[in-house]
């Protein structure tokens, strides 16, 4: 009888529960009504040490929809940056998640993954009868749409741009950091929302998307359904459209497209974008990609590359290389972000233009611009200042010399500022004008050199990347078969310095203590113009070096030895901080500088002497799992203070074949891939390069400056021009 009693209440009990659902579903939605909008759980699943989560939550600006979203969080304590991924047509919030490998490599970069869904959605949501893959529910192009049947519910650039931010802001332990990507239709609503927010994005990315969408017929099928007949509305959500009209911050992209996409001819494209993005010197990286074609296989194969891009820019810390096989055009850092906008009527004669070039939209898609070949015949000597070294001086004469125009390949700059670094206090055997970190104009380019212009804004750097070169087209190291370019005389063993009937020898293929100089156009990077000149001539040298030691070395979690505070010392020890390190113990024998290391994220602070390898051993407990030279400690010390499996790297190169010495040259950058990327970084605010300038000097103090170079305190002196 006990047991029936039992039985009869527990019915008794799922009985009220059922008749009490409808209630509970009513009161859930009125809550939502009536609160501000938040994310609701739904589901929660554990995945590569992360979580992925479903949300739902009520849409005020879809008309009080109810919208579903995706999101993956890392594992970890803190905060992390977040990318949106904006799905194509008849995906959902799920797709990427499913489909894809997007969430282990999310984890492994820290980044939080935003996947809305790609249209509103449920009772009184309107769509197209019958239906259609392309219109309507799961297909809305991520626009405002203005026309009556639809724009109640499909205003959804708003909802990605200014609702959805706010509300995973609310809920995830975002910082605020995003980045923008997408596929297809998603692949053009990123671009466009990026347009038309300009700064907002930190990173921007695309796989195939939809560049022109006002000439194609998915793209025109759903404006005129969307938006109506209003072609300036159209023009509103197309990218090229807003690319011409385009005048905030330097634009930086990054697409892929398959070459075998079916979609690719007809309503994708990407030569237009290509062809606009080269005229107006926009940095648009385009990857043809050969057998691939529309799918999430194609996705998959890239997404890694995609991540690794937006994580650059998202934490600052930059481990992402563009492709040397897809080099920029040449038109890319040589147009000033500053200038005015267009005049009116620029863009619509374009516009004209590119209609009467339909016929050769598909050798755009695969065939870059011809680049433009800029050589000034009338180039003569140019007498000017220099900094000499001459055999067993100690310091430099201030003389007039004669600068030669440049030969084939080289180019010949006006030096605009430049920064005094350890090397340049070497005593030298024969008249040579030192100096290795440098920013500077190009003042005339020599023969077959197609990459820049008179007038680009420059970075010489000590080592070479042809960016041609099979050793340039590996990704493993980052040699150059042209390293005989640069040293003390150029590629055709002469010089290009004069003192009367005296050669004088040049430094590293640089020079830069000379108001003008000849360089090889192989081992200089162009950057952008709107970059303050005489902070950037920082990353040219050591400073940009021992970031990039640190950052390819993997060290978040680990613990870290610095030696040496110099300026090479202090950014290592930045960057250590910026990429995760656990423990980070500086040393070095002046007291200001350890005191600038802490403020910089040194945990403990370490003058050598005898006993520091105890200390440090100390403080590890078995050894530090890496170990830095930059410049203040024999290798000896170095290798005594790591444990088992630790590494010893060197800032600059490493001298001598020891076991565990591991140092690429410069860092492993290759300069002119990624120094205009460590370049975008500081305009971000993400390298503080002004904090390693202790000063700003004329040329002229030269010498002043060489002498306070050991002084306490000093880091880094830049010479103006």
Request: proline share 6%.
């Amino acid at each position: 009888m006990a047991a029936c009693r039992s039985g009869l209440r527990f019915r008794s009990l799922s009985w009220g529960v059922q008749r009490m659902r409808p209630w509970l579903l009513q009161h859930r939605m009125l809550r939502h009504l009536m609160a501000e909008p938040e994310l609701l759980e739904i589901a929660k699943h554990r995945c590569f040490k992360g979580t992925l989560y479903r949300f739902e939550h009520i849409s005020p600006v879809l008309g009080d929809c109810t919208m579903k979203l995706s999101a993956f969080v890392p594992s970890g304590q803190g905060k992390f940056p977040g990318v949106i991924w904006l799905s194509g047509l008849t995906c959902t919030d799920e797709s990427l998640a499913q489909r894809s490998a997007a969430l282990q490599f999310a984890e492994e970069l820290k980044l939080i993954l935003i996947m809305p869904d790609t249209s509103p959605r449920g009772e009184g949501v309107p769509d197209e009868d019958p239906k259609t893959y392309d219109v309507g529910v799961g297909a809305s192009f991520y626009v405002n749409a203005t026309t009556e049947k639809y724009r109640s519910h499909y205003k959804m650039l708003d909802y990605i741009t200014s609702e959805l931010p706010k509300l995973t802001a609310s809920k995830l332990p975002l910082l605020p950091r995003l980045g923008i990507m997408g596929h297809s239709m998603g692949g053009h609503g990123a671009l466009v929302a990026a347009l038309r927010n300009p700064g907002e994005y930190r990173s921007v990315s695309a796989f195939s998307p939809i560049v022109h969408p006002s000439e194609s017929p998915w793209g025109q099928k759903a404006f005129s359904l969307y938006l109506g007949d209003d072609v300036e509305a159209w023009a509103q959500y197309d990218t090229l459209e807003l690319l011409r009209r385009y005048s905030g911050p330097p634009l930086r992209f990054l697409v892929d497209q398959g070459l075998t996409d079916p979609f690719l001819a007809e309503q994708l494209k990407p030569g237009l974008l290509k062809a606009l993005c080269d005229e107006r010197g926009h940095a648009l990286m385009l990857r043809m990609q050969q057998d691939y074609d529309h799918s999430y296989y194609f996705i998959s194969s890239f997404i890694e590359d995609h991540l690794k891009y937006h994580a650059s820019f998202l934490t600052g810390v930059l481990r992402w290389c563009p492709d040397p096989d897809h080099p920029l055009a040449p038109s890319v850092y040589s147009v000033d972000p500053r200038q005015d906008e267009p005049v009116e009527g620029e863009a619509e004669a374009e516009r004209e233009d590119e209609e009467g070039g339909e016929a050769s939209d598909a050798k755009a898609d695969t065939e870059p611009t011809e680049p433009v070949h800029i050589v000034d015949s009338r180039a003569k000597d140019i007498e000017c200042q220099a900094a000499v070294a001459m055999a067993d001086e100690s310091l430099p004469l201030l003389l007039r010399i004669k600068v030669a125009p440049p030969a084939a390949g080289e180019l010949r700059l006006r030096l605009v500022a430049a920064s005094v670094c350890g090397a340049d206090l070497a005593v030298q055997d024969e008249p040579r004008i030192l100096g290795l970190e440098a920013a500077a104009v190009v003042e005339d380019v020599g023969e077959g050199v197609e990459d820049f212009a008179v007038g680009d804004h420059v970075i010489p750097c000590y080592h070479v990347n042809c960016g041609k070169c099979e050793s340039c087209r590996r990704r493993d190291t980052n040699f150059c078969e042209s390293m005989h370019r640069t040293g003390r005389v150029m590629a055709d063993g002469t010089t290009r310095f004069s003192y009367g009937s005296t050669e004088v020898f040049h430094f590293h293929g640089i020079s830069a203590f000379s108001e003008y100089t000849v360089v090889h156009a192989d081992s200089v990077a162009k950057v952008r113009k709107d970059a303050p000149l005489e902070k950037i001539c920082l990353l040219g040298g050591g400073v940009a070096a021992a970031m990039g030691t640190v950052w390819s070395a993997s060290v978040s979690g680990a613990s870290a030895v610095v030696f040496g505070l110099n300026a090479e010392g202090l950014a290592a020890l930045r960057a250590l901080q910026k990429a995760g390190a656990r423990q980070i113990i500086a040393v070095d024998r002046d007291p200001s500088r350890l005191e600038l290391a802490k403020k910089w994220g040194a945990t403990d602070l370490l003058i050598p002497e005898d006993g520091i390898k105890d200390e440090i051993l100390r403080l590890t407990g078995v050894g530090a799992d890496v170990a830095f030279d930059c410049g203040g400690a024999d290798g000896a010390a170095c290798s005594s203070v790591v444990a088992d499996w630790g590494r010893c790297l060197a800032v600059g190169s490493a001298e001598g074949a020891k076991p565990r010495w591991r140092s690429a040259p410069f860092g492993g950058w290759r300069p002119k891939l990624q120094i205009p990327l460590l370049v975008d970084l500081y305009m971000a605010g993400d390298l503080p390069l002004d904090d390693y300038i202790t000063s700003e000097e004329p040329f002229a103090e030269i010498n002043q400056v060489l002498n306070s170079f050991e002084e306490p305190g000093h880091i880094r002196k830049v010479l103006r021009f």
